[in-house]
């Protein structure tokens, strides 16, 4: 009877010891896994902004894109009206100087 006392106490040591290492074995894998998630979570930031700068980009583009395209026809436009103006300039010059 007192040896399966002893061997009571010992199975008692042991889970006991067995209970604290599986405690410490959790809490380092709860802070391994706090670690990840935080890092998961930086990750997903990242990209967040990445995804904003890139539609921010984007919409710029867009807008440089039209305000390109109608560039050269106000150039052409202008180009026209001092063409004509030239002209009718000239014509005028020659007319009273009779030379046409």
Not at 7 to 16: G, I, K, M, P, R
Not at 35 to 62: C, G, N, P, W
Not at 72 to 84: D, H
């Amino acid at each position: 009877s007192v040896g399966s006392g002893a061997v009571a106490q010992e199975t008692v040591e042991l889970d006991s010891q067995s209970q604290r290492n599986a405690k410490e074995h959790f809490s380092q894998m709860e802070r391994t896994l706090s670690s990840l998630i935080s890092k998961t979570d930086m990750i997903l930031r990242q990209a967040d902004y990445a995804k904003e700068l890139e539609v921010e980009f984007h919409d710029q583009t867009i807008a440089m894109n039209k305000a390109s395209q109608w560039w050269p026809i106000v150039q052409l436009c202008v180009l026209l009206v001092t063409g004509f103006t030239q002209a009718n300039h000239m014509i005028s010059f020659f007319r009273k100087h009779h030379i046409y």
